[in-house]
């Protein structure tokens, strides 16, 4: 059975054709009758369409050159995806890292050829299908250093899977959260956010724009210079056409991250992406997860706990990373702070764009720390007890619904598409 890849700006879908006597699956067993078309009677078996192929100013849109891997072949790759292989788990499918040859793609041994990290989606339903398809749509056809390289995918029967570049490196959410990790140094962490938001800005600004929607710490991949990569598309959405300020969708994300207006509307704004995009880099700042329910009370949400202490330069210092200790220009994480608190504006219209973020992190990375050491402080104030600062868990992960953010273990909300309505702090 072979399948063409059909992409365009609107849609990917698969359409099989089938020869010898291998039948095709059935409707009821196979997501293949979502979003399924006819074969034009002109492709040859195993072509890929592309419509329209653009340019793009910070990356480019690029004819998809994605290998067709057998299931065979990837399990070969990841020697029979071995636990000890595994790399990651999510919502919707596990990582496992493999190895396969840098021209042919064929399967190779540990050591031989180049890492790749092979995702193994649950197909079982049709959220999972749907973010593989998404996953196939957006990364097949992006090029761009700070977006993950699509190198190739299976599908086979009721097996779902996509084949990445590897990142070395891991998750920024390791780095920050996993016990016994090695510090960030402050120049770090900007170089971080500043290629995320270079990644974010090109999503933007694409001809058809798209919406990340799954901007978090967990997403952002780190290859071994610390230049971020933005990873898992399966959320993604084209942008808003036709005049339009957003477009409706159900609400699906991580408790945390996900924008105001969307958890309670549906509504899903460019910037909505914006405001993911400040979460992430208040938890850069102070090392703390977005949600952590071992905190103390009223210490839980970081956002609403740090806010107040964001625009005032001593307040800042007492929810500083620890871990920086005195080693970063208090000037500059000032300014850091106020560019979170633009992003985190409950009004999208009031965020800053994509093309902004990336400017005012080339201003603050710009700012070095004063070598006497005097604007961190030499000395860290003592917090009153009604602004206590929080102990630093950085070993717990727990993604909520906003209907429920309590000590569930939902890796992403998964709620209905009609309106959801949250309590305000």
């Excluded at 919502?91 to 995702?119: C, L, M, N, Q």
């Excluded at 957006?138 to 250093?145: D, E, M, N, Q, R």
């Excluded at 086979?156 to 959260?177: A, M, P, T």
């Excluded at 994509?354 to 000395?379: D, Q, T, Y």
Aim: with cysteine; proline share 7%.
């Amino acid at each position: 059975m072979h399948m063409l890849l059909v992409v365009n700006h609107d849609y990917v879908c698969f359409v099989s054709s089938v020869h010898s006597d291998r039948k095709s699956p059935s409707k009821n067993n196979s997501p293949r009758d979502i979003r399924s078309t006819t074969a034009p009677s002109s492709l040859a078996e195993d072509d890929v369409v592309v419509v329209r192929p653009e340019e793009s100013l910070r990356g480019e849109i690029v004819v998809p050159n994605l290998k067709m891997f057998t299931f065979a072949e990837l399990r070969s790759a990841t020697r029979n995806f071995r636990p000890a292989t595994v790399l990651g788990e999510g919502g919707f499918g596990t990582v496992f890292r493999g190895w396969i040859d840098e021209k042919t793609y064929a399967p190779s041994t540990v050591g031989h050829g180049i890492p790749v990290a092979v995702k193994k989606s649950n197909s079982d339903s049709s959220q999972g299908f749907k973010e593989w398809q998404a996953e196939v749509k957006f990364l097949g056809k992006f090029s761009h250093p700070n977006v993950v390289k699509l190198l190739g995918y299976c599908w086979e029967e009721r097996q779902l899977l996509l084949v990445y570049e590897y990142v070395q490196k891991g998750s920024l959410e390791n780095h920050l959260f996993r016990k016994g990790a090695e510090p960030l140094p402050w120049e770090v962490r900007l170089k971080i956010m500043l290629g995320a938001a270079r990644g974010l800005a090109f999503l933007h600004t694409t001809e058809k724009q798209v919406i990340y929607r799954d901007l978090k710490s967990a997403n952002i991949l780190l290859d071994g210079d610390f230049n971020a990569k933005l990873s898992d598309f399966g959320l993604a959405k084209l942008g808003p056409a036709n005049g339009d300020s957003h477009v409706s969708t159900g609400v699906v994300g991580t408790y945390g991250y996900a924008a105001p207006e969307y958890v309670a509307t549906g509504h899903l704004y460019l910037k909505s992406d914006v405001f993911g995009f400040g979460v992430v880099l208040l938890e850069i700042i102070t090392g703390l997860r977005v949600v952590d329910m071992f905190r103390p009370n009223g210490q839980q949400n970081l956002v609403d706990w740090a806010r107040p202490f964001l625009p005032d330069k001593r307040r800042l210092k007492k929810i500083m990373d620890p871990e920086l200790g005195k080693e970063y220009p208090l000037r500059a994480a000032a300014q850091a702070a106020e560019l979170i608190l633009n992003c985190l504006e409950s009004d999208p219209k009031n965020r800053p764009g994509a093309e902004e973020l990336v400017e005012a992190l080339e201003h603050i990375s710009a700012i070095k720390k004063n070598p006497k050491g005097s604007n961190a402080g030499s000395r860290q104030p003592t917090a009153r007890p009604e602004e206590s600062t929080p102990t630093n868990y950085r070993h717990h992960n727990h993604h909520r619904s906003p209907r429920n953010p309590g000590r569930g273990a939902v890796d992403r909300l998964r709620v209905s598409p009609g309106p959801l309505r949250v309590k305000r702090p």
